[in-house]
């Protein structure tokens, strides 16, 4: 009985823990095993259930149904068949799966991963009413939060996670720029659940069809004493610095935590052909992420000790778009003790938010791009803060500009505190709402 217990203690596979992350596109359950394991998924009917076997399973500990509060699962039970372990779980509604076992990363050991995603066909997503009412489009700031789910990014003193900061941060740069008419903000991820780097660009791009992808990250580094926030863009020809390269290679290897997305594809085009069009294309969206980099970094150094005095460069995957400006913005080091005091406060969140925030909408109203009602409104005369204005020329009379513009002198004259009907050569005016 002794050896019979040794033979099969040796050969179980242990079931250490499961893990539950929800997204918009699926429900993930991860599995903490201590080897690779041979495994069958499949899903029943009436009701609708996801069933896992594992061929010489043995589970350490409980299944909570608490741990399913937030997920479309409803209930969780577990059989042992002696040669297989079972687990069974309930679902709100037909689902299909994907299953994979990931190898040991960082601190995660072995994992089975089992994705789950809904039957049901995806509704289209609503345009904006401002999208449906104007003829011009607004400016589209794809908003990336690193890591999330099971990658909780760098931890810092006391735990605080890297996922938690950003997305903070990420929300409240969201709502200063949708504040803003002829502006919109697409998170990539909303709440905490993972998305492979290249997924998160292929999802600005296609489904967002953003004009602007940045990529909000707190870092850490090996040596605590690190310290400042720096702004990113992509250098193909290697880092400019020893820490860009570590912190580019740790945001790489993230995607070690489940598989990588698509990128961009051009095979319907001749081979050279294709080269000429990206080579083209990365140029352009490298130059205009520098501009918008460069801007970000002015505006941090405002008010927050800065890495380098400059904008750096790196191989960070995620802006590796080549018809898209995209930008890195690392808030600080999570490891140093101070920054990480500051990282945590909702105060310095919003002070970061909002500096990202002014530098792009002026770098938008300094480039809009030609079909956006900041084009629309800037080749009008409408200022960033959204009011025409008007820069008098050698002939113009009060009662002349008013006309050409479509409001009363008297609104004119209140509009810009004029008493009688002097103007000068080159004084811009504030034109009236009609």
């Known amino acids: ?5 040794w033979t099969q203690s040796a050969w179980a596979v242990d079931i250490d823990g499961v893990r539950y992350w929800v997204s918009p596109e699926k429900t993930r359950v991860v599995l903490e095993v201590d080897r690779t394991l041979k495994h ?37 039970r577990s059989y042992d068949h002696g040669d297989k372990l079972r687990i069974t779980w309930e679902v709100s509604e037909a689902v299909r799966t994907n299953s994979f076992q990931l190898a040991p990363s960082g601190e995660r050991g072995q994992r089975l991963v089992i994705d789950l995603y809904s039957k049901k066909r995806p509704q289209k997503a609503v345009k904006t009413a401002a999208a449906q009412v104007q003829d011009k489009r607004d400016v589209v700031v794809a908003i990336d939060a690193g890591h999330g ?7 810092g003193p006391g735990g605080l996670q890297e996922k938690k900061v950003v997305l903070a941060i990420a929300k409240e740069l969201k709502r200063l720029i949708d504040r803003e008419k002829g502006f919109r903000a697409e998170l990539v991820r ?15 791009r296609r489904e967002f069809r953003a004009d602007l992808f940045i ?38 290897a993230s995607d070690l935590i489940g598989g990588v997305g698509d990128s961009v594809k051009l095979d319907h085009k001749d081979g050279s052909v294709r080269e000429i069009l990206l080579d083209m294309s990365m140029h352009s969206s490298q130059t205009y992420g520098r501009d918008i980099a460069s801007r970000i970094h002015k505006k941090i150094a405002g008010f927050a000790k800065m890495h380098k005095r400059h904008v750096e460069k790196a191989g960070f995957l995620v802006l590796k778009s080549p018809d898209m400006p995209s930008v890195l913005v ?57 009011k025409r204005t008007y820069r008098v020329e050698r002939g113009d009379t009060l009662s002349v500009i008013a006309s050409r513009h479509g409001v009363s002198l008297g609104d004119l004259r209140k509009e810009n505190a004029i008493k009688g009907d002097k103007i000068r050569v080159g004084q811009v005016l504030n034109i009236p709402a009609g």
């Open 330 to 386: 690392e808030t600080g080091f999570i490891s140093n003790p101070d920054e990480a005091r500051l990282l945590r406060t909702s105060r310095y969140q919003k002070k970061m938010a909002n500096a990202i925030y002014g530098a792009v909408k002026e770098y938008f109203w300094n480039r809009p791009p030609d079909d956006s009602l900041i084009a629309y409104q800037k080749y009008r005369g409408y200022n960033s803060g959204g």
């Open 215 to 252: 990529s909000i990250h707190a870092d850490a580094f090996k040596d605590p004493r690190a310290k400042g926030a720096s702004v990113w863009v992509l250098s193909e020809r290697g880092a400019s610095s020893s820490m860009g390269r570590w912190l580019a290679n740790s945001e790489n």
């Open 40 to 76: 069958k998924v499949f899903t029943l009917s009436n009701p609708h259930r996801v069933v896992v076997d594992i061929i010489d399973g043995h589970l350490k500990g409980k299944l909570l149904a608490s741990d399913l509060k937030s997920t479309p699962l409803t209930t969780v």
């Open 149 to 155: 789910g099971e990658d909780p990014g760098a931890i």
């Open 190 to 204: 909303t709440g905490d659940y993972y998305i492979s780097l290249r997924k998160r660009t292929t999802k600005a």
């Open 1 to 5: 009985m002794a050896l019979l217990f």
